[in-house]
């Protein structure tokens, strides 16, 4: 084929290009994309059904060739009304292309620097300047004040830089508490000289006044994040990094009131409702308090604060049971600590504290109640618990030396997990007759899962590894996967032999007739090459003959199919 692009009304018959010019009017040309260099694909609909078109053209200029093409209409017509739509359509795009009009280069620009203009600029002018433009600029003289504020006179640190930050608010957001999406970026942009400060006040061990910075910002950012737009990601990452330096603080040297300074602030941040999107600050404030609490005095302020917020909602609730427990233990109150986990024997997160503290004192016979209870009689649980359960247990069975418990927590987590390395535990400590009901278990999951394909893959290879090929093949057959066949056809070869090969030549058959475009003609490929290394000379030959009868106005695939 010799024919250019821009000449299709010269060598196309009429009636074809008229029925391409009605698909096109319909808009019934999908999908137009270049999968290899100037190798086209499209789907054509019209009303006896959708094609896949393909098109291989000499370059994209306005005067292409059209080297070769394809449609699986299966029409008479060569070309046919299909690949012509098509044809039409990339002349389209690609003389609109070659024709317009090119942009104008952008003038050069000098590049505007502070060095510019400082440089050589009279000092009082500039003042005078900088004076001026603050006035008509708030939000450059809010980030002005934030950046010199060390050096600005007040009788209070806190006080100073909380005034800083309502200015850093009001200019982010003039009339409401909270800010819009440009707000957020305006206050962090403002107030981000503000962290930086805290940092170097922290290297200079002046801790007073880092701590007095940090929770100024801490307080007023907090006030403002829930209803901030676009601030889960943003403003949270910037309230953790202050966090972040005043724990820094904390782990320091300081005097006894800077500590129950700190004590003090978190202890009212653990107080009140966080964010839904920073929930995640409940567990580290609980820990630095934890590690701040010197006395029971403040051990009780922190079991005071979780009893309020377990008489509240809360979508942290869970967690806070789990810290009441661990606080419980923490205050020698073990009578209620038990009574209390006891009560919440279904929150996974307090059986772990409970199971914790159990091996702490060398309690193993509570630690595997706890941890049975976890693994067989919570409903609803996280998969990952379970298995968080069944790998303790299965810890304590082997300091024990106990076989059986060992056997069976290995094939509870394979059950959980699929992961065959508590298979090949299992392998070790029993003979086929005792996995027979493993493999009954894989198989009722699987059928009530058939889409899970990790699933699928594992209960597979442990069919394979315990040599049951009839089910193998049963489940091949069910679902027509030619992926399990190219798996485990060979192993089927010798029980079901010709069988094996009429799938894989129907599944073949299928793969090729509704897969187009290059990636299926390298999976085409694989499969071919696969069949020629199992099936007889006899019994592959004709069949490729076919495959080059069914598929000729393919030239694509034709080319495949030439080398076999």
């Excluded at 004192?361 to 069944?390: C, Q, S, Y």
């Excluded at 247990?393 to 997990?417: G, Q, W």
Aim: net charge neutral; charged share 30%; proline share 4%.
């Amino acid at each position: 084929m010799k024919n250019y692009l821009q000449d299709i009304e010269q060598f196309v018959q009429e009636d074809a290009f008229h029925a391409a010019e009605v698909i096109l009017q319909a808009q019934k040309v999908y999908s137009l994309a270049e999968a290899e260099k100037n190798l086209w694909t499209s789907e054509v609909e019209d009303e006896s059904g959708r094609f896949q078109v393909e098109v291989l053209l000499s370059s994209k200029q306005a005067r292409a060739k059209i080297k070769d093409g394809s449609c699986d209409c299966n029409s008479e017509d060569n070309p046919c009304s299909h690949q012509v739509a098509v044809w039409i359509l990339l002349r389209r795009k690609i003389t609109e292309k070659a024709f317009a009009p090119k942009p104008s280069a952008a003038k050069k620009r000098t590049k505007l620097t502070l060095a510019n203009i400082v440089a050589g600029a009279d000092a009082d002018k500039l003042r005078q300047f900088v004076r001026e433009y603050a006035r008509r600029d708030r939000q450059f003289s809010a980030m002005l004040r934030a950046s010199l504020i060390s050096e600005m006179d007040w009788p209070e640190p806190r006080e100073k830089y909380q005034s800083i930050l309502e200015t850093a608010h009001k200019t982010a957001s003039p009339r409401r508490l909270y800010l819009t999406k440009k707000g957020v970026e305006k206050y962090i942009k403002i107030t981000d000289s503000l962290i930086a400060k805290a940092k170097n006040l922290f290297n200079a061990k002046n801790y007073r006044e880092t701590l007095a910075l940090l929770h100024a910002y801490l307080e007023k950012t907090l006030e403002i994040l829930p209803g901030s737009e676009d601030s889960g990601q943003k403003l949270s990452e910037k309230i953790m990094e202050s966090f972040s330096i005043q724990l820094e603080v904390a782990q320091s040297v300081i005097p006894p009131e800077l500590k129950e300074s700190i004590f003090d602030f978190n202890i009212q941040i653990f107080s009140g409702k966080l964010p839904p999107k920073i929930h995640s600050l409940y567990s580290w404030l609980f820990s630095v308090l934890v590690g701040l609490a010197e006395d029971t005095i403040r051990e009780k302020r922190i079991l005071e604060v979780l009893n309020d917020h377990l008489q509240k909602e809360n979508p942290y609730g869970i967690h806070f049971q789990a810290y009441k427990l661990e606080l419980l233990f923490r205050l020698d109150m073990e009578k209620e600590a038990e009574a209390f986990l006891e009560t919440h024997a279904e929150n996974a997160a307090v059986l772990f504290v409970g199971i914790e503290k159990a091996l702490q004192g060398e309690n193993v016979g509570t630690a595997k109640m706890l941890g049975e209870k976890g693994l067989n009689i919570l409903e609803g649980i996280h998969p990952e618990d379970k298995v968080r359960f069944g790998e303790i247990l299965l810890k304590i069975a082997v300091s024990e030396n106990n076989p059986k418990e060992i056997i069976d927590y290995n094939k509870k987590l394979f059950i959980l997990t699929h992961d065959f390395h508590f298979y090949d535990n299992l392998k070790s400590l029993t003979n086929r007759n005792e996995r027979k009901d493993l493999i009954k278990i894989m198989k009722m999951q699987w059928e009530k899962s058939p889409a899970d394909i990790n699933l699928r893959n594992t209960t597979l290879r442990l069919f394979y590894e315990e040599n049951q090929i009839n089910l193998i093949w049963k489940y091949i057959l069910k679902y027509k996967s030619i992926d399990m066949l190219v798996l485990y056809g060979e192993v089927l070869l010798e029980s079901e032999g010709e069988k094996v090969l009429d799938l894989y030549e129907e599944l073949i058959n299928d793969f090729l007739q509704y897969n187009l475009g290059p990636p299926s003609l390298r999976r085409s490929e694989k499969l071919l090459n696969r069949l020629r290394e199992i099936a007889p000379t006899h019994r592959y030959k004709p069949f490729i003959q076919s495959l080059k009868q069914n598929y000729h106005h393919r030239p694509f695939l034709k080319s495949v199919l030439l080398n076999y």
